[in-house]
């Protein structure tokens, strides 16, 4: 089956929407609920700002397979560190680490939707056309662009965050507190 390059350039902006919603969700709910992320949790934010650098780059030059290849590593080093989190936690009786969303932790959240980043990575690299040898990339709409300035601006404020909660030196295993204006 073939696609074209501004539809896989679409599909990536979408895939960037879909990050950047897993990312406002755990910042939203850090702020609403005062649950500080614990060093796993901002490792898995870290994983999921570097799962959008695949699509950021497709989008700004054009589909390549390198660039699913690197949304595939981005991917399998975010399920890694949330799998290696839902092991902590396995035993029965252990209440897991923050509150749930719909009957999971974060981390098990976090863990399937880097298993689906895998796979949707995988099913757009069997589409042929879009890689295609064209003389630039197809003309970005507002749609692309807001994808790649909102998952920044994300990764952005997440990162200011994780600066505050761990101030300059090593971060809390169960943080409490900001430790920067502390």
């Known amino acids: 089956m073939e696609i074209s390059p501004k539809l896989a350039i679409t599909l990536n902006a979408l895939a960037l929407y879909a990050i950047s919603a897993v990312l406002a969700v755990a910042f939203y709910w850090q702020f609403a609920y005062?649950?500080?992320?614990?060093?796993?949790?901002?490792?898995?934010?870290?994983?999921?700002?570097?799962?959008?650098?695949?699509p950021v780059l497709a989008i700004r030059h054009g589909p390549k397979p390198q660039h699913y290849g690197l949304t595939i590593l981005a991917a399998l080093m975010g399920a890694s560190i949330a799998a290696r989190q839902i092991l902590l936690h396995i035993m029965p009786g252990d209440p897991g680490f923050g509150s749930l969303l719909l009957g999971m932790h974060f981390y098990t959240w976090a863990f399937l939707a880097?298993?689906?980043?895998?796979?949707?990575?995988?099913?757009?690299?069997?589409?042929?056309?879009?890689?295609?040898?064209t003389e630039r990339p197809p003309r970005l709409g507002t749609l692309e662009k807001g994808a790649v300035w909102l998952v920044i601006g994300l990764t952005a404020m997440n990162a200011a965050s994780a600066l505050a909660e761990c101030g300059f030196g090593s971060c809390p295993a169960n943080p409490v507190r900001y430790e920067l204006f502390n």
Do not use: D
């Open 114 to 133: 880097f298993v689906a980043a895998i796979l949707a990575a995988a099913v757009m690299l069997t589409f042929g056309g879009q890689f295609a040898a």
């Open 34 to 54: 005062g649950e500080l992320p614990c060093p796993l949790c901002m490792l898995q934010r870290a994983s999921f700002s570097a799962l959008a650098v695949g």
